[in-house]
């Protein structure tokens, strides 16, 4: 299924409201599928897992004003969070393989921007 209608290749171009609605319903079921925990993946491959276009999802992200990847980093952090708790004795680290991290210090990094607080300072203070 092609979520990309009869669209223009244009990045500026709005999406029609039956794209918007078939896009929502796959993002919907990639963010069930836990499909942001596969590391190191592009836009271009998520939009095929979706059955949809890259420019598509492209046009998605900048009428929402966010990108693809910052809306990923978020699920994943969030994903880390209910780890971290259902988890308390497995480390970190491991933690952030799963939720689809391949690099430490950038989970780290991007897990105290969205929270304000380390993974394991996080943790402690859910206790």
């Known amino acids: 299924m092609s979520l990309a209608g009869n669209s223009t290749n244009s990045y500026s171009a709005s999406l029609t409201p039956a794209q918007r609605s078939r896009l929502e319903k796959a993002l919907q079921a990639w963010v069930d599928a836990k499909s942001y925990r ?39 952090i969030k994903d880390a969070q209910q780890e971290l708790l259902a988890f308390p004795e497995e480390p970190a680290s491991a933690i952030a393989r799963r939720v689809g991290f391949t690099d430490r210090s950038n989970f780290t990094r991007q897990f105290k921007a969205f929270t304000g607080l380390t993974p394991e300072l996080w943790r402690k203070n859910q206790k």
Do not use: C, H, N
């Not at 998520?46 to 966010?66: C, P």
């Open 38 to 76: 596969i590391p190191d993946t592009t836009l271009e491959q998520s939009a095929a897992r979706m059955g949809t276009q890259s420019v598509i999802l492209y046009r998605y992200f900048l009428e929402k004003g966010q990108d693809f990847r910052t809306w990923r980093s978020q699920l994943r």
